[in-house]
């Protein structure tokens, strides 16, 4: 039996997240106007913990 260990740096993951290109694909899937706009300030200048 081959086991199999991952690590997942899930703090580092957070850190990865485009958030431009983000909200490009919110957009795309058809969120507009005002949620976007809410979805963007609430994204920016916020740090994640995990």
Request: no cysteine; aromatic share 10%; proline share 0%.
């Amino acid at each position: 039996i081959q086991l199999i260990i991952r690590f997942i740096d899930i703090k580092r993951a957070f850190e990865t997240i485009d958030r431009e290109k983000l909200l490009r694909k919110l957009n795309k899937y058809g969120l507009k106007g005002d949620v976007l706009k809410w979805i963007a300030s609430y994204l920016s200048n916020r740090t994640q913990q995990v």
